[in-house]
């Protein structure tokens, strides 16, 4: 049973984060990319005060894997770079604590860019 309601509170959570984008894009003039680096923003600026870390642990995946989870350990990154390397830490630290994600991103990219056909406009 306790799997089940995680996987429901990642289903509704992330659907949430994913609704409140798809509604962003319909009622506002934001672009996509917008949107996007708004979210990495916001999960960054939760994640400064303390907020994000309790509701990542309630909510699972749900809140881990869109892009306010990649803000939230971007931000966690810099804690713990400025607590080991001093400054120098700030520059390191977010690539340290999201490399695997970044990793993935660009292994991804590279895979769909043999598959796609690109299209002149």
Avoid: N
Wanted: glycine share 14%; hydrophobic share 55%.
């Amino acid at each position: 049973m306790d799997i089940f309601l995680s996987l429901l509170k990642a289903f509704l959570v992330g659907g949430a984060i994913c609704f409140a984008g798809q509604l962003l894009l319909d009622y506002t003039k934001l672009t996509m990319a917008r949107i996007l680096v708004m979210f990495v923003i916001i999960g960054a600026v939760l994640a400064a005060f303390g907020l994000y870390e309790p509701f990542a642990e309630w909510a699972g995946a749900g809140a881990t894997v869109p892009l306010t989870g990649f803000g939230s350990a971007m931000i966690r990154g810099v804690k713990e770079g400025i607590e080991k390397q001093g400054w120098l830490g700030i520059l390191t630290g977010p690539f340290t604590a999201a490399s695997a994600g970044l990793g993935a991103a660009v292994l991804c990219g590279l895979i769909s860019s043999f598959a796609a056909k690109p299209h002149e406009k």
